[in-house]
């Protein structure tokens, strides 16, 4: 018998009534047919040893025979220890099998993996299926050579693709002994437990002089780049243990050699080579550096100290960048961001490493990305219009794990920015009730600041100057806001409130915003951007929206951040002091036209007024979420009233 049908007699044995085939196949994680076969044989066995086995219809299975034949057939149980092991689901199998040929020397063939997992080779060949996949998702092939299986691609991507593994399989797997495990380094507890299963070394030791490397650099490591880091390191032991070297072009090497961090990274490589006696070549250490120079850096453990890039000339590029973003920032959002020196340190020392990273191909995860998208749509958009950046300075476009980054910064900044309202409290009953409603009011509303309680008969003396709104027990008419409210403050209050200070405080609009809508479809011929945003401004200031030089404004921004967006859509937009009527206007082209870096067919010019501006941000919004239809944007290359119905949803909030 298999271990599995000793398991079985195990529970029999020890069962005080019959067990369901249903519950033994839950309880051994196998289906009903399987167990009905394994007791086939159980059966035959069991009569040997004087044991019937009784299987009732509607009741259960269970064992009948003598005390002495029962307590032979337990010790025969425990004389046998064989342990049976709950089969793997899938997606564990596979990931076995991907952990064995990313890791192991050692080489592997389908009937070894089907033995070592329990199950039929023809399982192995379907697992083997969704392997081949996952791999061709990260540019590597298995390879199948005559009977034995390896994993073929370029070294870079290799790498890559192990450090992918490690993260993704890190959530979940060794859990239980991420408790027990005694370790006390600065690294997760849950990374360094899965990473010294894989690699085994001395974890502390790369710590020490990962740190000693901060030190030397007067930096401090995220803890998510310590972790990177630390795994990286790991990876290239590895890797160069198998004589599987990285080889990087000439002109990174020569780069990367002229850097401050490249001399520190040598001398802490000198130390790992005498540590786990390695050997790193001259391509291994600058591909080290790049990691290092695209890590991410702990702005709150820098941002107390001397900041690293008020005298050096090496954060010129992110300095500029980062004024950038934090004017097209202020500018969508119709905040002013441009004074707000955390915002502008902590973006400066956070793109730095992004520069490293955009410039030489090195990818950052984004575990939050998602979870930044759902909370701060408008700002994401924001941060989305603020990539087009990294297209002018750098020629190269940014992925969504870094604009989630970028979006968290602003997200501070707005939320630091939140302006709280001046409230007058008017009170006609004693102090205990106005004490109570005030402690109410601040405990509700934490954006009111309360500026002055007073009775009624001093209202008429006192200066509203500086007040936004006067919250009262008693009636009175006013004329700036105010609301007369309950000495409790009861749920209606509380209601009526919130949405007076929604409104004060958040930079989304709720209101219907209804801007006049203007479409140009297949009207506008031109071969570059200047000529259709010359058309489209001439159309515009013809019908009175704009003034003669609202084009001059666009034309000028255009040259400082060029507007494409992706999904072949353009947003420019000139100075809003130059437009006499808010509204969007959209030129649907026949034929994509090169805009400055990309092909755009929609151009959807946004002329907002002063006074409009702040509502702009549900705009960029609305267009976010209607850019990720990618059906409704191909009707409306080619269907006029789709294109108008879509225009048409821009400023609604609903």
């Known amino acids: 018998m298999n271990s599995r049908t000793f398991e079985i007699l195990n529970i029999l044995l020890y069962q005080d009534c019959p067990i369901t085939i249903n519950q033994l ?18 059966e035959d066995y069991l009569k040997k040893a004087n044991i019937r086995l009784v299987r009732k219809p509607g009741v259960g299975v269970s064992v009948e025979g003598s005390e002495r034949n029962i307590r032979l057939a337990r010790e025969m149980c425990q004389n046998k220890k064989k342990v049976y092991i709950v089969p793997y689901s899938p997606e564990m199998r596979r990931r076995y099998i991907l952990k064995c040929l990313l890791f192991n020397t050692k080489r592997y063939r389908t009937k070894d993996f089907a033995r070592n997992l329990f199950v039929s080779t023809k399982t192995i060949y379907k697992d083997l299926i969704e392997v081949e996949k996952w791999l061709e998702k990260h540019n590597l ?23 992918h593994f490690i993260k993704e399989s890190m959530n979940g797997e060794n859990s239980s002994k991420d408790m027990t495990t005694r370790y006390s380094g600065r690294m997760n507890r849950s990374t ?28 401090q490591f995220s803890q998510e780049s310590f972790d990177s880091l630390i795994v990286h ?34 001398k802490m490589v000198g130390q790992l080579e005498d540590t786990f006696h390695v050997k790193f070549s001259i391509h291994e250490i600058c591909y080290l550096t790049l990691h290092i120079l695209g890590g ?24 500029r960048i980062a004024e950038k973003i934090i ?21 400066v020392l956070h793109l730095r490493p992004t520069i490293n990273r955009l410039k030489y ?146 930079f989304n609009s709720e209101e219907q915003i209804l801007f006049e809508k203007e479409l140009f479809f297949h009207s506008i011929e031109a071969k570059n951007k200047e000529d259709i945003i010359g058309q489209m401004c001439d159309l515009l200031t013809q019908k009175g929206y704009i003034q003669n030089d609202f084009k001059r404004t666009v034309l000028e921004r255009e040259e400082i951040v060029p507007t494409e967006v992706g999904k072949l859509f353009a947003i420019p937009h000139g100075e809003p002091q130059k437009v006499r009527k808010s509204c969007l206007a959209l030129a649907v082209l026949k034929q994509p036209i090169l805009w400055a ?41 080619h269907h006029q009233s789709v294109a108008r119905k879509t225009l048409a949803q821009l400023d609604c909030t609903t």
């Not at 092939?141 to 450090?163: A, P, S």
């Not at 290239?236 to 020569?254: A, G, N, S």
């Open 141 to 163: 092939r298995l390879e199948r050579q005559q009977t034995y299986l390896t994993i073929d691609g370029d070294e870079g991507e290799f790498r890559k693709t192990i450090t």
């Open 327 to 347: 004017s097209i920032a202020s500018e969508v959002l119709g905040i002013d961001l441009n004074h707000d020196e955390e915002l502008y340190n902590g973006l």
């Open 361 to 506: 191909g090195l990818s950052l995860d984004n575990p939050l990305l998602e979870e930044i998208k759902a909370n701060f749509p408008q700002i994401y958009g924001v941060g989305w219009i603020c990539s087009t950046v990294f297209q002018k300075v750098l020629g190269v476009k940014i992925p969504e794990s870094e604009i989630g980054y970028i979006v968290t910064h602003l997200a501070a900044a707005v939320e630091r920015k939140k302006i709280r309202i001046k409230t007058l409290v008017v009170c006609h009953t004693g102090i205990g009730t106005t004490k109570l409603l005030v402690a109410k009011l601040e405990s509700y509303f934490p954006e009111l600041e309360i500026v002055n309680i007073v009775p009624t008969n001093n209202l008429k003396e006192y200066d509203f100057t500086n007040i936004d709104v006067v919250i009262s027990t008693v009636p009175i008419k006013m004329n700036i806001p105010y609301f007369v409210v309950s000495p409790v403050l009861n749920d209606y209050d509380i209601e009526k409130l919130e949405q007076f200070v929604r409104g004060r405080t958040s």
């Open 192 to 219: 360094y437990v899965f990473l010294k299963s894989l690699v085994n070394l001395d974890y502390r030791k790369i710590e020490r002089l990962l740190e000693q490397l901060e030190d030397d650099l007067d930096i």
């Open 233 to 266: 390191i790991a990876i290239t032991i590895k890797r160069i243990y198998l004589k599987k070297e990285i080889v990087l072009p000439e002109e990174t090497l020569h780069r990367v050699q002229n850097t401050k961090e490249y001399r520190y990274v040598k």
């Open 597 to 637: 870096f990309e092909e755009v067919q929609f151009v959807l010019m946004i002329c907002i007024t002063e006074e409009d501006r702040r509502k702009r941000v549900n705009i960029y919004r609305r267009l976010i979420e209607l850019m990720d239809d990618e059906l409704l944007l191909e009707k409306c290359k």
């Open 25 to 42: 196949a839950g309880k051994l994680g196998v289906s009903n047919k399987t167990i009905r076969n394994d007791l086939d044989k159980l």
């Open 296 to 319: 991410k850096l702990d702005v709150n453990k820098i941002e107390g100290k001397n900041l690293p890039f008020k005298e050096t000339k090496e954060f010129d590029l992110a300095k």
